[in-house]
């Protein structure tokens, strides 16, 4: 399919240098090119994108990113300067890429005004926040369904962009479950279980019911939500912890919720999310550099959907979306 849009694909940058976080994701031998490929956007990536009918990207920073920078002030200050980095890459080749904000979460107050600085002034298309931050202390993680984070919600409500809820590791101090297993950590798992499991907590805490607009995306199929959200659903009503929402999680997932293919080029799971959530609510993506372009884009070329879903999935939905 030629005219692909996607929206998990990530950039670095060494002015402020953050490209360093994503080297512990490679060995010694991948490392180089990994960097060479998070650095640039407008070369190798562009010509990537031409080569497999990918017509636009959204970019985003990589991961943790600003979410790791407990000390707010450099969080603030970062975000602003690498939006704006992100700005100008993009005003190169304005019909093939766009932005999602990146947001020092610290500060709430400061969250919310520089979402809407990138939104309003530099016409970015959302925000990517990558997972819980820890504010003041390394040892702290907040997570969005924090109460401090309402008025953030209710200013992505109010302009009209979703948040995509991207992973990142837990806190050393919260690995047991995968201490002795290393291998559990990162993309292979813990992504996904962490991320879907932040998901959860944005349903549970009422979120949605006092901002029914919000719009959330997560990669990677949905971090095993769709495949699973029966059996929540199914069970909670018999906790005796109690919770006070007034819809069906699955409800949530219906309404609130978009899912990409980040990373997860299988076909049967693909299915499973359509049949879920219907095919009006999943974008192709690809999660460059970490994962590779080419295998995203041939699998996703390679599969008999059929229209429309085909084009639903690999653009539309994102046209409409982000008002594209
Ligand atoms: C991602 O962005 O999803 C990612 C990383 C690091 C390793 C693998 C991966 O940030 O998919
Ligand atoms: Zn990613």
Known sequence: ??????????????????????EEHFTPETWPEARKQLLD?????????????????????????????YGGKQAVDWAGRLNDHAAKEIAK???????????????????????????????????????????????????LDDRRYWPFWETAQRLDVPVYLH???PLEDQQRIYEGHPWLLGSAWAFSVETGTHALRLMGSGLFDAYPGVQVILGHLGELLPYNIWRTDHRIPMSPRGIAVKQKFAYYLHHNFYVTTS???????????I????????????????????EAANWYDGIELGDP??????RENAVRLFKL
């Not at 610290?106 to 997972?131: I, K, M, S, Y």
């Open 263 to 273: 990373g997860n080029f299988h076909t049967p799971s693909l299915a499973d999310a």
């Open 309 to 314: 879903n085909l084009q639903k999935i690999g």
């Open 167 to 169: 992973p990142r590791d």
């Open 41 to 69: 956007i407008n070369d190798i990536r562009l010509r990537k994108m031409d080569a497999l009918g990918i017509e636009r990207n959204i970019l985003s920073l990589l991961a943790p990113g600003i979410q790791s920078m």
């Open 1 to 22: 399919m030629r005219n692909k849009i996607a929206l998990e694909e990530h950039f670095g940058a060494t002015d402020p240098d953050i490209v360093g976080q994503s």
């Open 93 to 143: 080749h304005p019909d093939r890429f766009s932005g999602f904000a990146a947001l020092p979460m610290q500060d709430p107050d400061a969250a919310c005004a520089e979402l809407e600085r990138c939104v309003t002034d530099l016409g970015f298309v959302g925000a990517l926040v990558n997972g819980f931050s820890q504010v003041g202390d390394p040892s702290t993680a907040v997570y």
């Open 275 to 294: 049949v879920e959530m219907g095919a009006d609510r999943i974008l192709f993506s690809t999660d460059y550099p970490f994962e590779s372009m080419e």
